[in-house]
């Protein structure tokens, strides 16, 4: 996560079904969502990041909490939207190269996801996790093609 982001006190207007409008800070509102996915509210989470990375579209923890709740609903078609959203806004960023990759991997578009990686690979040759989502992406497409 990244603390001093100078978006972390900006503030972000949400609202939520029944509950009204509120306004609080950026860095509240990730801790917000985190806070709802703690307490398996997943839906809540992912609509208050949806908000946040609509009105902030270059706050990396934003996508990043919004990546994470879509997972956590196994929402894979709101995962690869989001991720290709912030790749529109930052696209060097490897964890939404990686969201998509998982995205397009569960909608059996394995070749593609793999090209995703590569790519994600070139930015950041030394993150263990992408090595571990290729290898797992390379062993689930294998009994595809025997």
């Known amino acids: 996560?990244?603390?001093?982001?100078?978006?972390?006190?900006k503030p972000i207007e949400f609202s939520l079904p029944g509950r009204g409008s509120k306004v609080m800070s950026a860095l509240q509102a990730v801790a917000f969502a985190k806070m709802m996915g703690q307490q398996q509210q997943w839906p809540?989470?992912?609509v208050i990041?949806?908000?946040l990375t609509e009105q902030l579209p270059d706050y990396l923890d934003g996508w990043l909490a919004l990546f994470e709740a879509c997972e956590a609903l196994e929402d894979y078609v709101?995962?690869?939207?989001?991720?290709q959203r912030c790749l529109s806004h930052k696209p060097r960023c490897v964890a939404a190269l990686m969201a998509l990759a998982t995205a397009?991997?569960?909608h059996q578009r394995h070749l593609e996801a793999l090209e995703i990686l590569a790519t994600a690979m070139e930015i950041e040759p030394d993150n263990p996790r992408l090595r571990r989502q290729r290898e797992a992406l390379r062993r689930e497409r294998k009994p595809l093609d025997t």
């Open 78 to 83: 709101m995962l690869s939207r989001a991720a």
């Open 104 to 106: 397009l991997g569960k």
């Open 44 to 46: 809540v989470a992912k």
């Open 49 to 51: 990041t949806q908000q």
């Open 1 to 9: 996560m990244s603390s001093n982001d100078k978006n972390d006190s």
